[in-house]
């Protein structure tokens, strides 16, 4: 059976928000668990104790983090649940490199190497900004414009699964037909456990 932590960045704003990023990741814990996924979910937008955390992250095979984005980034709890967790020695092995073996390249030194991730994010932003090389993000793509949150994951020594985005939730939503492609991402990517 593989464990997957799911970490709600889903966050209140002004006292309000977070429900969508909820939707989601109720959604994914009720997928992953019909594929035969343990699942565990944690929220940051709470107080949490680090050395929990980084348990969580140390016994799951994957994580999945859901947030929004906010001015093109997640969510400043999901920053802060990054630094005081990510530190840990269970899961940071530190930069990769060492004062006597130069070919150990910065960045590579990550103890996570069985395990993967996904990032799962909501924009007010529509797709075509995104994909149009003549709109905001120049045709990057979503990988690109997230590539800071990608590279924190990848320290750790963990491998990308697709990513999954959600967009014009505000302008134009579609929620329906967002959480059912969500659904279909999931079933695609994590599949059925495997004993």
Same mark, same amino acid.
């Given at each position: ?83 005081? +967790? &990510?530190?840990?020695?269970? @899961?940071?092995?530190?930069?990769? %490199?060492?004062?006597?073996?130069? $070919? *150990?390249? =910065? #960045? ?60 014009? +939730? &505000?302008?134009?939503?579609? @929620?329906?037909?967002?959480?059912? %492609?969500?659904?279909?991402?999931? $079933? *695609?990517? =994590? #599949?059925?456990?495997?004993?």
């Amino acid at each position: 059976m593989s464990n997957v932590l799911i970490i709600n960045g889903g966050a209140k704003w002004h006292g309000t928000g977070g429900t969508l990023s909820d939707s989601f990741v109720e959604l994914a814990s009720d997928v992953l668990n019909s594929l035969g996924h343990q699942i565990t979910v944690t929220s940051v937008d709470r107080d949490f104790v680090a050395d929990e955390e980084a348990q969580k992250i140390f016994e799951a095979d994957s994580l999945l983090i859901q947030f929004p984005a906010w001015w093109m980034n997640p969510p400043w709890q999901l920053k802060r649940y990054q630094d005081e +967790v &990510l530190l840990d020695s269970r @899961i940071n092995g530190g930069d990769g %490199r060492t004062r006597s073996d130069a $070919t *150990r390249l =910065y #960045g590579r030194g990550g103890p996570c190497i069985n395990k993967t991730y996904m990032l799962s994010s909501t924009w007010n932003a529509p797709l075509e900004a995104f994909e149009d090389p003549l709109q905001f993000f120049d045709g990057k793509g979503i990988d690109a414009v997230l590539m800071p949150v990608h590279k924190t994951f990848q320290f750790l020594g963990m491998r990308p699964l697709p990513s999954f985005m959600a967009n014009d +939730v &505000l302008k134009n939503p579609q @929620i329906s037909d967002d959480l059912q %492609r969500f659904e279909a991402h999931l $079933t *695609r990517y =994590y #599949g059925p456990a495997r004993c």
